[in-house]
């Protein structure tokens, strides 16, 4: 079937150093791709999000790249810091639906 | 700071039981979603709501009911809960398609524990 999915369950990295966190996807009619980050203990929290017409989007510390070529979005952080350490999801919408599919999580964790 | 709303945090509670896990959002979003996370697992939608009396099963099959008297309240009930239920269920709000974020805002979630 159709689904969102992370190459990679964890990823370990030290401080300072650049992470990236990727993300396969399937369905070609997805329009919309949403990264969350997701500390222990709490919901997921809105990090960044990329239309299908773009294939790059900046936010503070954080790039998302979309290639819809081969269906893949990653999430480039730089200069990772501890607070950076927590589970990345990449979730997507298709079309008009307003409901999100996400995929499998990546522990992201940074080494002191 | 959340304005989306989850009580109560952690619940353990014996198989059999009814239980209602409350969900409330301050900001007059239309669309609502519950969702059931395992831990460091995926986010699997059990039920949605676009409107005040309008409520629709997920992705995942569930025993789980909820309800939508209210824009704020959306709050998910099980009738008599089983071990096979424990797990953490996040409820988030959207305003899609207004704004420029089409993204959910979570709650932080109820950990269920049936023994």
């Known amino acids: 079937g159709e689904s969102v999915g992370l190459h990679l369950p964890t990823l370990s990295v030290q401080e300072g150093d650049n992470s990236i966190i990727n993300c396969a996807y399937s369905n070609s009619a997805s329009d919309y791709f949403i990264w969350y980050k997701q500390e222990s203990g709490k919901g997921p929290q809105f990090i960044i999000d990329?239309?299908?017409?773009?294939d790059k989007r900046q936010g503070q510390r954080v790039t998302v790249l979309l290639n819809k070529t081969v269906k893949h979005l990653s999430l480039q952080i730089a200069a990772t810091q501890p607070g950076d350490s927590a589970v990345y999801f990449c979730a997507e919408k298709k079309g008009s639906n307003y409901k999100l599919t996400f995929g499998k999580g990546t522990l992201l964790t940074v080494n002191p | 700071e959340a304005d989306i709303y989850q009580t109560p945090r952690y619940l353990v509670i014996g198989t059999g039981k009814k239980i209602t896990l409350e969900c409330s959002q301050t900001?007059?979003?239309?669309?609502m979603y519950w969702y059931q996370q395992d831990p460091g697992m995926e986010l699997h939608l059990i039920h949605y709501?676009?409107?005040?009396?309008?409520?629709e099963k997920g992705d995942l099959s569930s025993e789980s009911t909820v309800s939508r008297i209210r824009t704020e309240h959306f709050p998910l009930t099980l009738e008599s809960a089983r071990p096979s239920h424990t797990s953490q269920y996040l409820c988030?709000?959207?305003?899609?398609?207004?704004?420029?974020?089409?993204?959910?805002?979570f709650g932080s979630g109820t950990r269920l524990t049936v023994v």
């Open positions: 990329i239309r299908s017409n773009m």
């Open positions: 900001m007059g979003h239309d669309k």
């Open positions: 709501s676009y409107g005040v009396n309008s409520t």
């Open positions: 988030a709000s959207s305003e899609f398609p207004q704004g420029d974020n089409y993204g959910y805002t």
